[in-house]
């Protein structure tokens, strides 16, 4: 087998021929692969990729003559301000989920090797007393929606060419964590080729592959329209889709005062946000700029603009994206019905490659460029955006750092998580004793309601927890 004169000329166009240096030693399946793997990248693509390169190396970023001088926070509303408006929200996202109006998209592409974990992430095991897995505590929620409303909540799983295969066995193995298999989607993010750092060409990973990555979670909109997955939403009623990252088990994508804010403001799109209270925290801010509001990398925003306060000590842009957003249904048919792409971003990374001998080298420092797609880069698109600020202490426990880390590890994550279940016991009278971990079972306790039925029905004599358990709702 021969490669098609047409995929000869295309790599010659682009410069790529070198990709070719070990066809000859390839099987006849080798090779059909592999030509199949070429015919399948966009290569327009491939040239954007070039091109923001070539930007960065010669300075030209626009995001450099920004006047962030002139950047703010947009309004934000506060999650259980128990206030006449919240209230209202609260009674309007209740309704939705009643009716079954929403849906929701877990972004599962990532593997856990930052974790220092062989397999993706959201088989993690996270949980403080039964070990249950990131994927257990999210379709807990998920089922305790259903418990509570009587709807189930469509979900689809966005994976990634590396996490697809074995997140699928794993849920099916575990029953899909309890939910109803007929309300899940499975659909797979796309893939962007990396690139020479130094000679800006694509290179291999074996004989008859050439070295890709994940398109990132801005991938998401797209990879879900060419599945059917916006089809498939609207065929279960689904009029509000809200999305969640898999390495957040406080995460509330489907807390109904949040989902009331979005409908009640009748916005194209709504998002999440944290106090930031450190300048030099490494997370990205909403904030109006230019008219438009958009998510501002932290590695964009100069120094004294990331610290300027307000006067009662706030930072001035305080808004910390934490990636948890709710659509409008037809917005996002909008944005698949356009033709219009968002933006790349570019990340210095180390790839393992094939060099002239064919040895694969795993390189000890960065040596190519990936990029991905951001899904915040929606918002400049949408007509309009509601931020809803949540307390971190009820949503936001981020898993992304290998154990013994300082931030964002497995033990700050079990320690958010006891103290999330410790202070909602008590606030029903609950008490668990010093040096306890205790857990709340995620598929059977929707929220403090569950916990006072629980506290009233004698299950904890005395209303004290002196040992680890794990409380269920009945």
Not at 295 to 315: C, Q, T
Not at 378 to 407: C, Q, W
Not at 426 to 435: C, D, L, R, T, W
Request: charged share 20%.
């Amino acid at each position: 087998m021969s490669l098609s004169p047409a995929m000869l000329n295309l790599l010659k166009k682009h410069g790529e021929e070198h990709l070719l240096a070990h066809w000859g030693t390839l099987s006849e399946k080798e090779r059909s692969s592999f030509e199949s793997q070429l015919m399948q990248i966009d290569w327009s693509e491939v040239t954007a990729c070039k091109n923001l390169v070539a930007k960065q190396r010669d300075n030209k970023h626009t995001i450099d003559r920004l006047h962030f001088d002139s950047a703010f926070t947009p309004t934000c509303h506060k999650l259980g301000a128990e206030n006449t408006s919240s209230l209202k929200a609260l009674k309007r996202g209740q309704e939705a989920l009643a009716a079954g109006h929403v849906g929701a998209i877990l972004m599962a592409g990532g593997q856990g090797t930052r974790l220092g974990f062989e397999g993706p992430k959201g088989t993690f095991p996270i949980t403080t007393v039964s070990k249950g897995t990131l994927f257990d505590v999210l379709f807990g929620q998920l089922r305790a929606v259903k418990k509570r409303f009587g709807h189930n909540v469509p979900l689809a799983i966005m994976t990634s060419s590396a996490t697809d295969n074995q997140t699928r066995e794993f849920l099916k193995a575990a029953n899909f964590c309890g939910l109803n298999s007929d309300f899940l989607f499975f659909f797979c993010q796309g893939n962007l080729p990396a690139v020479d750092a130094t000679t800006h060409k694509l290179f291999l990973d074996s004989c008859d592959h050439i070295a890709v990555a994940p398109d990132g979670h801005g991938g998401m909109s797209q990879a879900l329209a060419e599945s059917g997955g916006l089809e498939w939403f609207q065929q279960h009623g689904c009029r509000t889709l809200v999305s969640f990252q898999v390495d957040n088990p406080l995460a509330k994508p489907v807390d109904p005062e949040f989902i009331g804010q979005h409908i009640l403001s009748r916005s194209s799109l709504s998002t999440q946000v944290v106090p930031k209270l450190d300048p030099d925290e490494r997370v990205g801010v909403v904030a109006e700029l230019n008219g438009v509001t958009q998510i501002i990398e932290y590695s964009d925003l100069p120094p004294n603009i990331a610290a300027d306060r307000l006067p009662n000590g706030r930072l001035k842009l305080f808004a910390g994206s934490i990636a948890i957003h709710a659509f409008d249904m037809r917005f996002l048919q909008d944005i698949a019905s356009s033709s219009q792409t968002l933006p790349l971003h570019i990340a210095h990374k180390k790839v393992p490659f094939l060099n002239e001998s064919g040895c694969l080298i795993q390189p000890n420092k960065p040596n190519a460029f990936k990029f991905e797609r951001f899904i915040f880069d929606l918002m400049p698109l949408a007509e309009k955006v509601t931020v809803v600020e949540i307390d971190p202490k009820e949503g936001f426990a981020p898993l992304k750092n290998p154990s013994g880390a300082r931030t964002d590890s497995p033990e700050t994550v079990h320690k958010s998580l006891n103290a999330y279940a410790i202070r909602h016991l008590k606030s029903v009278g609950i008490e668990v004793a010093p040096g306890i971990n205790v857990e709340l079972d995620a598929a059977s306790i929707f929220d403090d309601d569950d916990l006072q039925i629980i506290a009233q029905s004698g299950v904890f004599p005395k209303n004290h927890i002196d040992e680890s358990v794990v409380v269920r709702s009945p």
